[in-house]
């Protein structure tokens, strides 16, 4: 064992090395610029509207995904939020407790936890322990790495005792591939906190959920998601002794530090037109925004986590933060979409829960 694991080597943000892109309007500048060809079928709410969603709606919200901010321990090259221990956005115990209560007054089943590193948030353990008094399902979308710092080693007992479904990224079941992306001893610290989260149940027991999500290292789309499940099960099982309850494959979002890299690697044009040319109509109707209402670490509402990012608020006319929230006006609004939404539609679709079809 070569790598200190809770010292990471991590990089600067966009937001500390103050790169243009660290801007949201910047980010939705160079997307809207490209030259992808006839607006009918590079504009996204002109291509849904060809498939008969016209507009594209909201149908409910089902999932309440609450992103605490933008701290992590990591700097992956990939990430959407451009986070990491630079980052100072936390949310803090009020807008937590607001959400909590717009939580108890309507009947949202899923309470959808994100960040950053959402386990670094102060109101991390308030939110879990009161969405679940609550008896709603509660998801941590967990980097894996945090979990073997000294602070957090309680978090697997935590997690397991209040039946949180544990979300993990891991790009890949080598080496390799994952700490390219995520940073220099990032893998073998994942499968030692893996092996905490079997330790206590989780992928083994049948109300401890432990979920791998897998993005591709590098500018194209995922694999299908039944078969690579299946190779991952075998193969983290030969390899690490690890168990897992379901693979998700999720596409890397044109956006934030994916973006940088997409330029700097002159691939972004080839990207989006990969993108473009994979739109799937089959995908539309069960995007993740559809059904999802994304609140950032200050109370501010979005359709999903990446208009979040590029500060694409909800719809004019629908009330824009937890203080207002409206379940009636938020459950039919008009989803507010850019270039970036075809990296939900490509293939065979992406979301917080894993391909589409
Ligand atoms: S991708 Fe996740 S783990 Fe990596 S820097 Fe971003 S928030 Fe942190
Ligand atoms: S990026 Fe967000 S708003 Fe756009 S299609 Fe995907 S989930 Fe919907």
Redesign the pocket.
């Known amino acids: 064992m070569s790598t200190d694991k809770t010292q990471l080597k991590v990089l600067p943000t966009l937001n500390r090395r103050r790169a243009p892109l660290a801007d949201p309007v910047r980010q939705r500048a160079i997307l809207n610029e490209l030259d992808l060809g006839p607006w009918e079928t590079s504009d996204f709410d002109s291509r849904v509207a060809g498939v008969g969603f016209d507009p594209l709606l909201a149908t409910g919200v089902d999932v309440l995904q609450l992103n605490l901010g933008r701290v992590c321990n990591q700097t992956c090259a990939h990430c959407h939020v451009d986070a990491g221990p630079d980052r100072t956005e936390d949310m803090k115990l009020p807008v937590a407790r607001r959400c909590m209560e717009v939580l108890a007054a309507t009947e949202i089943p899923t309470v959808d936890i994100t960040g950053g590193a959402p386990e670094m948030s102060e109101s991390f353990r308030y939110l879990v322990e009161e969405s679940t008094r609550l008896g709603r399902h509660v998801i941590d979308r967990c980097n894996l790495t945090i979990l073997l710092a000294p602070r957090y080693r309680d978090l697997p007992v935590f997690l397991a005792e209040h039946h949180v479904e544990v979300v993990c990224s891991l790009p890949h079941y080598r080496q390799w591939n994952t700490d390219r992306q995520r940073g220099t001893g990032v893998f073998e610290s994942s499968i030692e906190a893996l092996r905490l989260l079997n330790d206590v149940g989780y992928g083994r027991d049948e109300d401890k959920r432990l979920v791998l999500v897998t993005n591709p290292v590098g500018a194209f789309l995922p694999s299908g998601q039944a078969s690579l499940e299946e190779e991952w099960k075998r193969e983290m099982k030969r390899l690490w002794d690890v168990d897992f309850d379901a693979l998700f494959t999720i596409t890397n979002m044109p956006i934030s530090r994916y973006l940088e890299w997409l330029t700097d690697s002159g691939n972004l044009e080839g990207y989006m037109r990969t993108l473009l040319d994979a739109f799937n109509p089959g995908t539309v109707s069960g995007?993740?925004?559809r059904t999802m209402l994304s609140v950032s670490w200050d109370g501010q509402l979005f359709?999903?986590d990446?208009?979040q990012m590029l500060d694409l608020g909800l719809a004019p006319g629908v009330p824009g933060h937890i203080d207002d929230f409206d379940l009636e006006a938020l459950a039919g609004r008009r989803?507010?979409?850019a270039r970036?939404?075809f990296?939900?539609?490509a293939g065979a679709g992406s979301?917080c829960g894993g391909s589409l079809e």
């Open positions: 995007l993740m925004c359709d999903c990446f208009n989803i507010v979409t970036h939404c990296g939900c539609t979301s």
